[in-house]
């Protein structure tokens, strides 16, 4: 099944019946905690600060929904305590992304959440822009061929956190790039760009079109590709959101010695897949009971059929599709989902590129 056919898996009766729970579920006065396990300056941020009011809007008693921030561990922080709470009166959910999936994946040992015991309410895709330096930037002609000799350097939160598939790609088109560990949030990431402590750097749509799309326009960053988005044959076309900028795909067909096959390319996109069209998740504790489920999701719902939405959403966090109920379960597994071959792959190519081992 696609990412795309997932956007359309709901049942009618199932919204019904949200519905009516909703009717039955009251916030009125209440406020409900979103937490993030990121920085307040990075995608995820922006993700949640966008639903948030309109989430607030749809869901009964118009109750206040409040972002919080709890950074640490490239997020695995974060999701351990939320592992550990269970529901009281369906005012907290939590927030993951793709640098929350791949330790998962991965079976990095600082793990200690199990996604299949939280309960997802919405999730949506998003894309991913790499982007140079504006010195580095004139060497770009739609290929790497001509940043092979050029020392990069890139702020990082960890080889096994959603910045595996830049740092894969990049050494998939022969370039030097430099991660330096430890940055809280990809927002931190953008701020070393700007002090000039870096000089590649990669940001989620909604980030990028928050922040650094300023670069962009001001002349101090030059966009290089997407990550691109998939067709409904899972092919990588490119990001309907950025139609101007080539994906990695072509970038690497472009470059000398980048291919588009094998087992490098098949491990790249298969961790594209779970970091980024599935990217962000909403989710309630454990042990939320169906009514309070039903309501979150009629709820988002209602978001994401509000006459506006297409065009608010474009503007803030992309056009990409947004999951409810059945959906955002399905697309929640899809996200939480690697072939050995392609874990395999990335734990070998860790080991050797970075000295990261997770045994």
Same mark, same amino acid.
């Given at each position: ?53 309109? @989430? ?134 953008? @701020? ?49 959101? +950025?139609?101007?900028?080539?994906? +990695? ?111």
């Amino acid at each position: 099944m696609t990412i795309r056919t997932l956007a359309s898996t709901v049942a009618a009766a199932a919204l019904v019946a949200a519905t009516a729970a909703s009717a039955e579920v009251d916030f009125s006065g209440e406020t409900i905690e979103w937490v993030i396990p990121f920085s307040e300056t990075g995608g995820s941020a922006k993700w949640a600060n966008f639903f948030a009011p309109l @989430l607030s809007e749809e869901l009964p008693g118009n109750p206040t929904v409040v972002v919080k921030f709890m950074p640490g561990a490239g997020s695995t922080k974060g999701a351990n305590w939320f592992q550990e709470q269970e529901h009281e009166d369906g005012t907290l959910m939590f927030g993951t992304s793709g640098s929350t999936q791949f330790p998962y994946l991965l079976g990095d040992p600082r793990v200690r959440y199990e996604y299949s015991d939280w309960v997802p309410v919405m999730a949506s895709g998003t894309g991913g822009v790499a982007y140079l330096n504006a010195e580095d930037g004139k060497k770009f002609d739609g290929s790497a061929n001509n940043l092979k000799d050029i020392d990069f350097i890139y702020g990082s939160q960890g080889a096994t956190r959603l910045d595996l598939v830049p740092l894969l790609a990049w050494q998939m088109l022969g370039m030097n790039v430099e991660p330096v560990f430890g940055i809280k949030g990809r927002g931190d990431g953008r @701020l070393m760009f700007e002090r000039g402590e870096a000089t590649i750097d990669y940001q989620t749509s909604s980030a990028y079109l928050g922040a650094a799309k300023d670069l962009v326009d001001a002349g101090t960053a030059v966009p290089m590709m997407t990550w691109g988005a998939l067709d409904d044959d899972g092919n990588i076309v490119r990001d309907p959101t +950025f139609p101007d900028i080539p994906t +990695f795909k072509e970038v690497c067909e472009a470059t000398e010695g980048c291919e588009t096959s094998g087992e490098a390319w098949d491990a790249w996109k298969a961790f594209f897949i779970a970091g980024f069209p599935v990217q962000k998740i909403a989710f309630l504790p454990a042990g939320t009971p169906d009514d309070v489920r039903e309501t979150y999701e009629a709820a988002f719902d209602a978001v994401r059929n509000r006459d506006d939405f297409a065009e608010i959403a474009a503007k803030r966090v992309g056009k990409y599709p947004v999951f409810v109920g059945e959906g955002a379960a399905r697309a929640t597994k899809e996200g939480t989902t690697v072939s050995a071959d392609a874990k395999a792959f990335v734990t070998n190519w860790l080991q050797e590129a970075y000295g990261v081992s997770l045994n």
